[in-house]
């Protein structure tokens, strides 16, 4: 069924679809807030940011992480699934 590293990936590529997520609602927290103006607790990492490069970049690096990890994944899951279907020949040799 699975194999350990398999399922890695499925988790992997989950993990970097909810980056995806994240970039997109961060953007429009960000845009709220510029519109209505007032205060927002945020991480600090996440303030700085903002700070110094603005929302799109601030979202940007989520987006393009979560998107980094997808593909990192998708790559893990090729390449496993390639290893365990070398592995079932030799079995039935």
């Known amino acids: 069924m699975f194999t350990k590293a398999r399922l890695e990936a499925l988790w992997s590529f989950a993990i970097g679809i909810f980056l995806v997520l994240l970039a997109f609602y961060l953007y429009g927290e960000f845009s709220l807030l510029e519109e209505m103006g007032g205060r ?5 990492p996440v303030a700085l940011l903002y700070n110094i490069f603005g929302k799109t970049v601030t979202s940007g690096v989520f987006g393009i992480g979560g998107l980094l990890l997808c593909g990192m994944s ?8 390639s290893d365990d279907d070398d592995e079932d020949e030799d079995e039935d040799e």
Do not use: E, S
């Open 40 to 44: 927002r607790r945020v991480a600090w």
């Open 74 to 81: 998708i790559m893990d899951f090729i390449n496993n699934t």
